[in-house]
C-alpha cells in the first residue's frame, strides 16, 4: 500500500528506519510500499523534481540568452580569472584567485576549483568572455539541479517546494549579475547552500552525499579562503557522525557498514584528488601558497572585528525581512534584533518538535551548528566588512525558514485533514513559480558588470592592439590609482588573446601566473599604463610614443570630478588626515578601501571613482621603467593643480 504525501513532512513511514532498513538513498523512505507503488512515486516525483529545476533555471537562460551579442571586456580579477582559462592545459592553474592576501609577497585563495569546473563550458563556447559568463551561469544551474536531487531524497512533494522557495529567494537576491560573474567571492554562493543540503543529508544517512559534499565544499573553500571554517568543520560533523554510526552498529550484521565504508573511501579519494593542484603549487614554490595563507592568517596586520561584531553582522543576514529577501549588503549597520528573534522562534519550535521527524532534528543541528560557524567566521574578518564576505549566510537565514515551516506544519497536522495538508503544498509551489517569474524578469536586463570600466577598457586594447608590433615581446606596467591596476590586467589579457605576447613584473605573479612573469632581457619594449597627471608626465618624455588614450567622461563630468576631487581631499586636511588627503590623487581605490576613511566620506571617495578618469597607454624601450626627472616635474606641476579634474583628456 502507498502513503499519502503529508505537507512538509513527506510520506508517512510504516516504521521508523534504523539500522536494517537505512539505504544509501536516504533513510526516510517508507517501508511498506510494494515494488511498483514505490517506482510510480519515484517517477512521479522525479517528474515534479525536474519540472522544479526548470523553472529555477529559466532565469540563468535568459541571462546568458540577454548577454549574448554584448561586448564584454573583462578587467582586474575577472580579466585575471579569464587568464586562467587561456591556455588551460598548458598551464592548468594549481591556485585560486589572487586576494588581498600577504605582506611582502602576495597570496592566492587556496585552490583552482572554480577555474577547472567552468573550463569545460568555457571551452564548448569558443574561449569567449561570453562563453565564460554562460559558464558561470552553467554552475549555477548545476548546483541548482544538486539541491533539488538532494532535497528530493530527504522526503515529500511540500519538503522539496518549500526548500527550492527558499532557493528561488537567494537566488533572486544575488542577482543575475552576481551569478554570472566569474569572482571569486560570488561563484562559490549557490554551492554553499547545495553544501547545507549535502551535509544534513549525510546527517540522515544519504551516504551518496558525503564524497559529493567533500567536493562542493572544497569548491566553496578553495575559492573563497572565507569558508575556511565553515566547511572544515561541517565536514568533520559530517564524517564524524557516521563514524559514529559506524562504531554503534558495527556488530549488527544488517547494518550498512560495507555502504559506510565504501562511500567514505569515495570521500577521502575525491578529497585527495582536488587537493592535489595546491599541494603541487607547495612543492614547487618556496613559499608555496599554503605557506603564505598560513603566515598571514596566523598573524594578521590588522585586528578582526571580534565574537560580538560578528555576531551581529550575522544576525544582520538573518533578518527575515533583510537581505536575503532584498538582496542588500547590509553589514554592521543593521539591526541584529529581527534576525535574533528568528533564531529564537527557531530554537522553541526545535525543541518542541523536532523529535516527531528525525530529519527535522537533523537539519536543526546543521542549521544550529551552521550559525555559530558563521558568527565565528565573520568574528574573525579585519578590516571594512564587505557584503559580499558574509552573503553566503543567506543560505542559512532559508533554511532557518524551511525549518521553522516544516514545525509548524507538524505542529497543526493532527489538526489538519489530509486534503488541507495536500492544499498546503500549494503555497510553496506558487511562490516557487512566482519568485523564479520575477527572477527571469529581473534576468532579462542584465548587462555585462561595469567592474573595473570595461568600456574603457574596450577602447583601450582596440587602440593599443591598432598601434604595437605584434612581433615583439611587451612588458605591460600600469599606475592605476583608480582602478587599482584593473585596466592593467584587462589589457594583458586582450593583447594575449590577439596573439601578443606580454607580460608583468614579478611582483604580480599571484594575479597572472609564473608564465607570464617577464625580467629584463624578456622583452623588447614596455607598456605604460598611466591616469591623471602621469598622461602629462609621459607627454613629455621624448623616448615615450602614445599609442592610446580614452576618456569617457563627459565635460561636465570632467568638471564635477575636480570639485568632488579638491573638496574631498581639502575635508580630510581640515580633518587632520593628511595621508588620506594625498591619497585621493595618488591611490584612490585604496583609499575607499581604507577602513581610516571617515564613513561619511566614503560615498564621496566611491562616487570619484565611478567618474572614472582618462588612461593612455604608452610605449617605452626597455630599459625605460620610469619617466626621466623632468617628465616627473612636470607631472608634477599637473598634480599640484589638481589630479584628477584638471589632467589633460585625450586628443
Given at each position: ?28 523512505q517508507?517501508?511498506?510500499?510494494s ?8 517517477h ?18 535568459v ?57 569545460p563550458?568555457y ?72 553544501f ?28 573563497e ?42 570521500a ?69 534584533v ?72 507538524l ?42 570600466f ?64 617577464m ?133
Amino acid at each position: 500500500m502507498t502513503t499519502p504525501d503529508l505537507g512538509l513532512g513527506g510520506a508517512r513511514p510504516a516504521a521508523p528506519p534504523g539500522p536494517a532498513t537505512a539505504q544509501p538513498g536516504g533513510a526516510d523512505q517508507a517501508t511498506d510500499r510494494s515494488a511498483g507503488d514505490a517506482t510510480a512515486t519515484r517517477h512521479a516525483s522525479w517528474g515534479v523534481t525536474l519540472a522544479c529545476i526548470a523553472v529555477l533555471v529559466v532565469p540563468l537562460v535568459v541571462a546568458a540568452v540577454a548577454l549574448h551579442g554584448k561586448p564584454w571586456f573583462p578587467t582586474g580579477d575577472l580579466a585575471q580569472a579569464q587568464m586562467r582559462l587561456v591556455g588551460f592545459w598548458s598551464h592548468p592553474p594549481l591556485i585560486g584567485p589572487a586576494g588581498r592576501i600577504g605582506t611582502t609577497v602576495q597570496g592566492s585563495h587556496p585552490g583552482p576549483l572554480m577555474f577547472w569546473f567552468a573550463w569545460p563550458v568555457y571551452r564548448l563556447f569558443g574561449n569567449t568572455s561570453w562563453g565564460y559568463e554562460v559558464s558561470v551561469l552553467v554552475l549555477a544551474a548545476g548546483w541548482i539541479a544538486l539541491i533539488a536531487v538532494f532535497a528530493r531524497r530527504r522526503g515529500g512533494l511540500g519538503l522539496l517546494l518549500t526548500l527550492l522557495a527558499g532557493l528561488a529567494i537567494v537566488a533572486r537576491s544575488y542577482h543575475a549579475d552576481t551569478l554570472s560573474q566569474p569572482w571569486n567571492p560570488f561563484m562559490p554562493l549557490l554551492a554553499f547552500f547545495l553544501f547545507l543540503v549535502l551535509v544534513w543529508s549525510v546527517l540522515c544517512d544519504d551516504l551518496v552525499a558525503l564524497p559529493v559534499a567533500v567536493v562542493i565544499g572544497s569548491y566553496c573553500l578553495q575559492s573563497e579562503i572565507e569558508y575556511s571554517l565553515m566547511v572544515v568543520a561541517m565536514l568533520a560533523l559530517a564524517v564524524g557522525w557516521q563514524v559514529g554510526r559506524f562504531v554503534r552498529h558495527r556488530r549488527d550484521p544488517a547494518s550498512p557498514v560495507r555502504d559506510q565504508v565504501r562511500w567514505l573511501v569515495v570521500a577521502v579519494v575525491a578529497g585527495v584528488l582536488v587537493w592535489i593542484p595546491p599541494v603541487i603549487d607547495q612543492v614547487r614554490h618556496k613559499p608555496g601558497n599554503l605557506t603564505i595563507l598560513y603566515r598571514y592568517f596566523s598573524n594578521p596586520p590588522e585586528t578582526s572585528i571580534g565574537y560580538v561584531t560578528g555576531l551581529k553582522v550575522t544576525l544582520v543576514q538573518l533578518n527575515p525581512w533583510g537581505n536575503w529577501l532584498t538582496g542588500g549588503w547590509i553589514t554592521t549597520g543593521g539591526t541584529p534584533v529581527p534576525g535574533a528573534l528568528l533564531l529564537v522562534l527557531w530554537a522553541v519550535l526545535a525543541a518542541v518538535v523536532s523529535r516527531r521527524d528525525g530529519r527535522l532534528l537533523r537539519l536543526n543541528l546543521v542549521i544550529g551548528a551552521g550559525v555559530v560557524l558563521a558568527a565565528a567566521s565573520a568574528a574573525q574578518i579585519f578590516g571594512l566588512v564587505w557584503g559580499y564576505l558574509v552573503e553566503w549566510f543567506w543560505a542559512l537565514t532559508a533554511l532557518t525558514a524551511l525549518s521553522i515551516c516544516w514545525s509548524v506544519v507538524l505542529l497543526l497536522r493532527p489538526h489538519l485533514t489530509a486534503v488541507t495538508l495536500k492544499r498546503l503544498r500549494l503555497v510553496p509551489g506558487v511562490a516557487l513559480v512566482g519568485i523564479a517569474g520575477l527572477f527571469a524578469v529581473q534576468a532579462s536586463g542584465i548587462e555585462p558588470t561595469a567592474y573595473y570600466f570595461p568600456r574603457q577598457e574596450a577602447v583601450l586594447s582596440s587602440q593599443t592592439l591598432a598601434h604595437v608590433d605584434h612581433g615583439k615581446r611587451y612588458l605591460v606596467l600600469w599606475e592605476d590609482p583608480i582602478g587599482l591596476g584593473g585596466t592593467g590586467f584587462g589589457l594583458m589579457l586582450q593583447l594575449e588573446r590577439n596573439g601578443v605576447r606580454n607580460g608583468a613584473p614579478p611582483q604580480f605573479r599571484a594575479g597572472v601566473q609564473d608564465r607570464r612573469i617577464m625580467v629584463p632581457g624578456q622583452y623588447d619594449s614596455v607598456l605604460h599604463l598611466v591616469t591623471g597627471p602621469k598622461l602629462v608626465a609621459w607627454r613629455a618624455e621624448p623616448q615615450a610614443r602614445e599609442v592610446a588614450c580614452v576618456d569617457l567622461r563627459s565635460p561636465a563630468d570632467r568638471a564635477a570630478s575636480h570639485r568632488l576631487e579638491t573638496s574631498l581631499a581639502a575635508e580630510l586636511r581640515r580633518r587632520n588626515l593628511p595621508d588620506l588627503a594625498q591619497a585621493v590623487h595618488d591611490n584612490l581605490f585604496a583609499l575607499t578601501l581604507n577602513p581610516a576613511l571617515p564613513a561619511d566620506l566614503r560615498p564621496q571617495a566611491t562616487r570619484l571613482v565611478n567618474y572614472g578618469e582618462a588612461v593612455g597607454v604608452f610605449e617605452t624601450p626597455a630599459a625605460m621603467l620610469t619617466p626621466s626627472p623632468a617628465a616627473v616635474a612636470a607631472g608634477a606641476r599637473a598634480s599640484a593643480a589638481g589630479a584628477f579634474g584638471s589632467a589633460p583628456t585625450c586628443p
